[in-house]
């Protein structure tokens, strides 16, 4: 065992596409040219397949853009791909992460190559909305506002990036209220309050489905371009090298015939997913041969799990998985909770996966991610309540002994992906800052 998110009232709330690609730049004049940046457990970075000319904003000014996220890989993900699409158009870009001095981002974004500053004060919203935890949320919201406030004067950005978390929302609002140009990028398959209540500042709004359009208030905003995956994600990886690099003991004549099972529980851990995993995994592979287990337990978890799992020859146990596309193209079947961008690799990776949402994820984003991929693409969905050792056992044997089913589920996942998410978000904000500068070079 290896150990390795001042107009007018909205009156209404989230219910549950397309905007013609920008026109070409006048103003920007595009080069295809990479940017080598440090690898990072978000992304690896490889060359685009775009063919692209070099990007200078008018009069010799640098283009600099702000991106708002943390908490959590979903929501930081998601910003460096966007932020690393923009480094390979325009390698000169200025980008600057902002978010929460204790949060995720604090060490990954840095590690990715980029400047980061942390907000002092974040503005989480608990729940239910009345808790007497909020009472204090004015005062925080007002005093996170003035932080933000003056970080985004000193750097003077062209425009704003928010891809969610609870210290993206007084960042992008306080842009807004600076008259900065404003976009957002919403993972879930519906939006949250905060993004909501930010759409009606911004100037765009990207979504990962067409159908989460319909949950907001100004549907001309929105753009459904897919989520932003790890540039590695979208590169060829040989199935062979992938699982050579987990098992070296593999041989190549057991090779064609062995099932790898990915148990994805999330960065910080899944408990429930876990302890399902422990009642069941040692009897699989006692029983299955050529059955291979990839488990993530989540690094508050891994200790625990780590003294409680027997050593098996065909069993990685990890805290976390620094090599993700290694990790899909290894797997033919991912366990995993219903985080949204860990359903959107699924799809741009086409595997079959069975899905055990979190509860605990405001507002049940992750149980409408599942129940939308169980729509799409026929995922499995098994909720905390009915999952145990027995069920989750019986579901993984069925879709692994039925070749046909694999084969569907993957084709469908393929489909239903739109892999180049990053690029389509990076065009549009590069054409919203074109048109920014040439309304104001027209005026001048």
Not at 125 to 145: G, T
Not at 256 to 262: G, M, T
Not at 287 to 294: Q, Y
Not at 314 to 322: A, D, G, I, K, V
Request: charged share 15%.
């Amino acid at each position: 065992m290896a150990s390795s998110s001042l107009h007018p009232h909205p009156s209404t709330l989230p219910f549950y596409p397309s905007i013609s690609t920008p026109s070409n730049s006048s103003l920007f004049h595009i080069n295809f040219r990479c940017r080598t940046l440090k690898p990072t457990c978000c992304l690896s970075i490889h060359q685009s397949s775009d063919s692209r000319t070099d990007t200078n904003i008018e009069n010799d000014k640098t283009l600099r853009i702000v991106f708002a996220a943390g908490g959590t890989g979903g929501h930081i993900c998601p910003a460096v791909a966007i932020a690393d699409e923009l480094k390979i158009i325009n390698p000169t870009t200025q980008i600057l992460f902002i978010g929460s001095q204790n949060g995720m981002e604090s060490t990954s974004v840095p590690y990715a190559g980029y400047d980061f500053v942390s907000v002092p004060t974040t503005v989480p919203l608990f729940r239910p909305i009345f808790s007497p935890q909020n009472l204090l949320l004015p005062y925080r919201l007002i005093k996170s506002l003035i932080q933000c406030h003056s970080i985004i004067k000193n750097f003077n950005p062209h425009i704003v990036v928010g891809t969610g978390g609870y210290v993206s929302f007084p960042i992008c609002l306080s842009a807004a209220l600076q008259r900065i140009k404003l976009v957002i990028q919403e993972q879930n398959s519906v939006p949250g309050i905060a993004n909501w209540v930010l759409s009606f500042f911004a100037h765009k709004v990207f979504v990962a489905f067409d159908s989460t359009i319909e949950c907001f208030p100004r549907k001309d905003k929105c753009v459904a371009c897919g989520n932003p995956v790890r540039l590695s994600l979208r590169t060829y990886v040989s199935k062979v090298v992938a699982r050579l690099n987990f098992f070296p003991r593999l041989k190549k004549e057991d090779e064609a015939n062995a099932r790898v099972v990915l148990v994805l529980g999330g960065s910080l851990g899944a408990n429930a997913v876990n302890i399902a995993m422990l009642n069941l995994y040692y009897q699989m592979l006692m029983e299955k041969h050529n059955l291979f287990i990839i488990w993530q337990t989540g690094v508050e978890a891994f200790n625990e799990m780590e003294s409680l799992v027997r050593n098996h020859p065909r069993l990685l146990l990890t805290p976390f998985l620094h090599s993700m596309d290694l990790a899909y193209a290894a797997a033919d079947l991912i366990v995993s909770r219903a985080g949204a961008m860990t359903c959107y690799e699924i799809l741009a990776t086409g595997k079959p996966s069975i899905l055990i949402p979190s509860p605990n994820v405001a507002e049940g984003h992750q149980f409408k991610n599942a129940s939308l991929m169980a729509k799409l693409v026929d995922s499995r969905v098994i909720t905390e309540d009915e999952l145990d050792s027995i069920t989750l056992e019986t579901t993984i044997e069925e879709i692994l002994g039925n070749e046909a089913l694999m084969a569907e589920m993957s084709e469908r996942a393929l489909k239903a992906a739109k892999p180049g998410a990053s690029a389509d978000i990076a065009q549009h904000i590069l054409s919203l800052v074109e048109s920014s500068v040439s309304k104001t070079s027209n005026k001048i």
